[in-house]
């Protein structure tokens, strides 16, 4: 047996001894006496009676512990024309400082900080000084609207928001204080105080006993020190998209984080302390809080903070310059880029103007990742390239190729196998495995290792009802996938209504809400149709409301608006029919499957329960008019 299969199957039949014996790799004020505790399932908890702070494990201990003129952040940033670094000492110096100068505001353990940045190495600090205090960070994704913003802002209900001055887009500067302005005057909650990073691309004004300057802040700041915390104490709320337009706040709890990250750091990335390691996401999904922020740091390596795009920025070369000026090990990115960059550059010339001696692993999730993205990188890149599939809920990967404990053999269009703590199983609808090969809901046997998700925040009935209640004693990733017959996991589509936008997880629930809120619109459903670049983009289909003979363009161009205004650029939903009639069941139910596939040109049959076969007639031409088109049955 390989030291894959040995791990896994030690993880597997005696879960607490086997976290346990990873937890001493980790600092620990109180050493937990526990493993998991299932007393309360699916509530389970991990290290129950251990104290720990995660802070201290990113940065206290290096510093410490000879990493202190180690570079811990390397930022670069193609669209600022700027670079940064912090060594371990100066990021402990500066957290140590931002988190007094948040308990200054009255922050203290378990308040909540909602931290709206971009992806500058001041958000780092940011995310770690609430770390350090034992506060809750909420870290939100610039791309979303001030609506967005509003929905985090009441249902975390924050003490104090940090947030920078703008971002910077390619094309544009996104200014983000108006979005904060307008976001803390439709919320209910009101903060006690925001800080703001003025960046020199744009200066934000400061409303007068509510806003401080993140400068004059740090300046007068006395350093805090670590403030020690259950183990079961949440790090932080993610929120990510569900069915319906109220986002999902994912908890993540502190001890299991701190030994889950710190484990699959060698045993999944086989990262070294003291390695380069990169993941080009962004610290508002947990790819950035996982692998740019606490996951390198915990394992004592350098992490880039890199604000700018695989193409354009300036063009196709941009991830071998930064892997070749700083000695990158490990890439972590989403297909997508690799899409975008192959779009640009196909033949990979850009590839051979670059030392790339120091790349070791190329790693890919986010989204499904087609066969030929794959097949063109381990090509052009001459390295492995691993898919590995995980959620917002997990924190990290369910399946990989854990090249730390044995590199298997890549199939295209596998994430590999499960990783060690994750007892993956295949239901049919009635809770029954599926055989082999075939297709089913791919389900999570219960408990789920620590670093995963305790509970949603303020929606515990939720939690149970959206992950727990389907398949008894299964954690219901929400996926639809099989395994072969050599273990390996494919991951097919999502079972819900959540799509995968470049890698961005974006609810057509949550879309279809604002359509229907447009006083012309009677009905609507939005589809995630296939993309070459992106995966998948939404489109729209509405019913006007009768009566209307308003413009059908000015009606759609109000709706992308709407939509850009209410969730955010990020959702890049772009297309929009209106149509007469919707295809629904005879009990009514939208047949958004089958419209999906008439979008994507695959073959589809038509279902027994419609109630009007004529109607699909009519979508087809509204499809094929905004550029899709099916093949019919
Ligand atoms: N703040 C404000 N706006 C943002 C933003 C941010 N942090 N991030 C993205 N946006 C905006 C973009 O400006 C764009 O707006 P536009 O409609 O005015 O052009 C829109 O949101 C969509 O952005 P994006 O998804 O980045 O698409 P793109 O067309 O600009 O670039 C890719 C396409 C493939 C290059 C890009 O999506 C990419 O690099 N993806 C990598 C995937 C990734 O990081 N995934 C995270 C999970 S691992
Ligand atoms: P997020 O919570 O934003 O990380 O999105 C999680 C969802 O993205 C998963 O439930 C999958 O639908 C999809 N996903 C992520 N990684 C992969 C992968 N490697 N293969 C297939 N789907 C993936």
Redesign the pocket.
């Known amino acids: 047996m390989g030291q894959y299969q040995d791990t896994y199957n030690e993880a597997n039949k005696d879960p607490s001894a086997f976290w346990l014996k990873q937890a001493k790799d980790v600092q620990w004020t109180t050493f937990p006496s526990v493993g998991v505790n299932t007393d309360n399932s699916p509530f389970n908890t991990w290290f129950a009676d251990g104290e720990i702070n995660a802070c201290y494990n990113a940065v206290d201990f290096h510093v410490a512990n000879g990493r202190a003129e180690q570079l811990a952040i390397i930022y670069d940033s193609p669209v600022t024309d700027s670079k940064r670094t912090l060594t371990y000492a100066q990021l402990q110096d500066q957290t140590a400082r931002f988190a007094g100068a948040l308990k200054a505001k009255g922050v203290s353990k378990g308040d909540r900080v909602l931290i709206y940045m971009p992806m500058v190495p001041d958000a780092v600090v940011a995310v770690l000084a609430c770390a350090r205090l034992g506060a809750v960070h909420s870290v939100v994704f610039g791309g979303f609207a001030a609506k967005e913003l509003a929905v985090r802002i009441d249902d975390s209900t924050p003490k104090v928001i940090v947030a920078a001055s703008c971002g910077v887009e390619p094309s544009r500067l996104v200014e983000y204080k108006p979005l904060l302005d307008e976001a803390i005057d439709i919320a209910s909650h009101k903060v006690d105080a925001t800080i703001i990073l003025q960046r020199p691309q744009c200066t934000a004004s400061l409303v007068e006993g509510r806003d401080y300057d993140w400068a004059e802040v740090m300046n007068s700041a006395e350093p805090a020190e670590c403030v020690p915390v259950a183990s079961t104490d949440p790090l932080y709320i993610l929120y990510?998209s569900g069915t319906t337009g109220q986002p999902k706040g994912v908890i993540r709890d502190t001890g299991g984080s701190v030994v889950s990250l710190k484990w699959t750091m060698s045993a999944i990335y086989d990262a070294k302390p003291g390695d380069v390691y990169w993941a080009a996401s962004d610290i508002g999904?947990?790819?950035g809080h996982s692998y740019i922020i606490y996951g390198p740091l915990f394992h004592g390596c350098t992490s880039i903070m890199y604000e700018g795009k695989p193409v354009g920025t300036p063009d196709a070369g941009a991830f071998w310059r930064v892997i070749q000026d700083y000695k990158v090990k490990v890439l972590f990115t989403a297909p997508t880029a690799f899409r975008a960059i192959k779009k640009e550059d196909p033949n990979g010339d850009l590839i051979k103007d670059y030392d790339l001696s120091s790349f070791k692993t190329l790693f890919?999730?986010?989204?499904?990742?087609d066969p030929d993205t794959l097949i063109w990188a381990q090509e052009k890149l001459q390295r492995p390239v691993i898919?590995?599939?995980?959620?917002?809920?997990t924190g990290w990967a369910i399946c990989a190729n854990c090249v730390g404990l044995e590199n298997l053999p890549v199939k295209a269009g596998s994430?590999t196998v499960p990783v060690p703590g994750y007892a993956l199983d295949v239901l049919d609808d009635n809770g029954t495995p599926v055989k082999r090969g075939e297709i089913g809901s791919l389900v999570i046997k219960l408990p789920l290792p620590p670093g995963t998700f305790p509970n949603l925040w303020n929606a515990a009935d939720r939690y149970v009802s959206s992950y727990f209640s389907r398949f008894e004693g299964y954690y219901e990733?929400?996926?639809a996938g099989y395994i072969d017959d050599e273990g390996y996991a494919y991951?097919m589509a999502?079972t819900d209504d959540?799509i995968?936008v470049a890698g961005?997880?974006l609810s057509t629930g949550a879309m279809e809400e604002v359509l229907a809120s447009h006083p012309d619109v009677a009905e609507c459903a939005v589809l995630g149709v296939a993309d070459d670049l992106k995966g998948q983009l939404p489109l729209g289909l509405v019913i006007l409301s009768s009566g209307c003979d308003r413009s059908h363009d000015d009606i759609a161009g109000e709706l992308v608006k709407r939509v850009r205004e209410h969730i955010g650029p990020v959702a890049a939903f772009k297309s929009v029919a209106v149509v007469d009639r919707l295809p629904k069941t005879r009990s009514g139910k939208i047949l958004r499957a089958t419209m999906r596939s008439m979008a994507d040109r695959v073959a589809w049959k038509m279902p027994a329960t419609i109630e009007d076969p004529a109607v699909l007639d009519e979508i087809q031409t509204a499809l094929a008019a905004l550029g899709y088109a099916g093949d019919g049955n």
């Open positions: 990510t999904w947990v790819v890919l999730a986010g989204e499904r990742c898919d590995h599939w995980w959620q917002t809920e994430p990733t929400g996926d991951v999502r959540v995968n961005h997880r």
